[in-house]
């Protein structure tokens, strides 16, 4: 499953560049040795196994957090664009479902850019808002990835439709069923700065998580996307710093 994650084939690609950059041309000897395939798939290894320790770091601190809930319903958002919500968000599904076992739903908020159905390689034809505006059965807006205890499902198709879907009496009765069915809801949210429509799940999650890019984004802008989940009803859990950037070596960083 590996495969569907964009931060593994970003590096996939980058070292496929690097590879064609340093390739000697056919009449010269070559100056240094290809990196092997066995090189390749060690570095992505580490980079998996890395990934899957942050992952369970961050599951146990909300799991520290909210002791009483069993079933949980965990938001993820960002301040801005490309700060790699959606990653952090499809990562942490991967881990919760293969390391503990738990069934999690991958809900994509995002209705004017939704992508997570792309990286999980499923071809959705409902969306919850259809469900909702016809009362239907959420089956048919559930999708299974790879036979796996992973849903994906999408907000909405349309990015014309509502933005208050999560508003509706008819939702209240399908968020019900969700949240029975699953152990883990996860909803991966448009950026605060550039969509509303995050505000009105905030009350509807136990906890509301941060993602921040290293090196990128300012404290005040995240100090005041924390401030507007609390005021729509929100509960802030902490903050994920993605893409760090590790300017003296990593194995000091873990000493400090």
Same mark, same amino acid.
């Given at each position: 499953?590996s495969?569907?994650y964009?931060?593994? +084939?970003?590096?996939?690609?980058?070292?496929?560049?690097?590879?064609q950059?340093?390739?000697?041309q056919?009449d010269e000897?070559?100056?240094?040795?290809?990196?092997s395939e066995?090189?390749?798939?060690?570095?992505v290894?580490?980079?998996?196994? +890395?990934?899957?320790?942050?992952?369970?770091?961050?599951?146990?601190?909300?799991?520290?957090?909210?002791?009483?809930?069993?079933?949980?319903?965990?938001?993820f958002?960002? =301040?801005g +664009?490309?700060?790699?919500?959606?990653t952090?968000?499809?990562?942490?599904?991967r881990?919760?479902?293969v390391a503990?076992?738990?069934?999690?739903?991958?809900? &994509?908020?995002?209705?004017h850019?939704?992508?997570?159905?792309?990286?999980?390689?499923?071809s959705? &034809?409902?969306?919850?808002?259809?469900?909702?505006?016809?009362?239907e059965n959420?089956?048919?807006?559930?999708?299974?990835?790879?036979?796996?205890?992973?849903?994906?499902?999408?907000?909405?198709?349309?990015?014309?439709?509502s933005?208050?879907?999560? &508003?509706?009496s008819?939702?209240?009765?399908?968020?019900g069923?969700?949240k029975e069915?699953f152990?883990?809801?996860?909803? &991966?949210?448009?950026?605060?700065?550039i969509?509303s429509?995050?505000?009105?799940?905030?009350?509807? =999650?136990d906890?509301?998580?941060?993602?921040?890019?290293?090196d990128k984004?300012?404290?005040?802008?995240?100090?005041s996307?924390?401030? $507007?989940?609390?005021?729509?009803?929100?509960?802030?859990?902490?903050v994920?710093?993605?893409? $760090? $950037?590790?300017?003296?070596?990593?194995?000091?960083?873990? $000493?400090?």
């Amino acid at each position: 499953m590996s495969k569907i994650y964009e931060a593994l +084939e970003q590096a996939q690609r980058e070292k496929k560049i690097l590879e064609q950059v340093q390739a000697p041309q056919v009449d010269e000897a070559p100056e240094a040795v290809p990196v092997s395939e066995r090189a390749q798939e060690a570095d992505v290894y580490s980079f998996e196994m +890395e990934m899957e320790e942050e992952m369970l770091h961050v599951y146990h601190s909300i799991e520290s957090l909210l002791p009483n809930r069993k079933k949980k319903v965990l938001q993820f958002i960002a =301040a801005g +664009e490309g700060e790699g919500t959606s990653t952090i968000t499809r990562e942490f599904a991967r881990i919760a479902m293969v390391a503990l076992g738990q069934r999690v739903l991958l809900l &994509d908020a995002d209705r004017h850019n939704p992508t997570q159905h792309f990286f999980c390689n499923v071809s959705p &034809d409902y969306c919850l808002d259809d469900i909702v505006q016809a009362q239907e059965n959420p089956e048919k807006a559930l999708y299974q990835v790879n036979g796996s205890n992973l849903f994906v499902s999408l907000i909405s198709r349309n990015s014309n439709a509502s933005p208050n879907v999560f &508003d509706s009496s008819n939702f209240d009765l399908l968020w019900g069923a969700l949240k029975e069915r699953f152990d883990l809801i996860l909803v &991966d949210s448009p950026p605060a700065t550039i969509s509303s429509d995050s505000f009105s799940i905030f009350k509807k =999650a136990d906890g509301v998580v941060i993602v921040v890019e290293a090196d990128k984004t300012r404290w005040p802008v995240v100090q005041s996307v924390k401030e $507007r989940i609390v005021q729509h009803g929100g509960r802030v859990l902490g903050v994920v710093l993605n893409k $760090r $950037r590790y300017y003296i070596p990593e194995f000091i960083y873990k $000493r400090l």
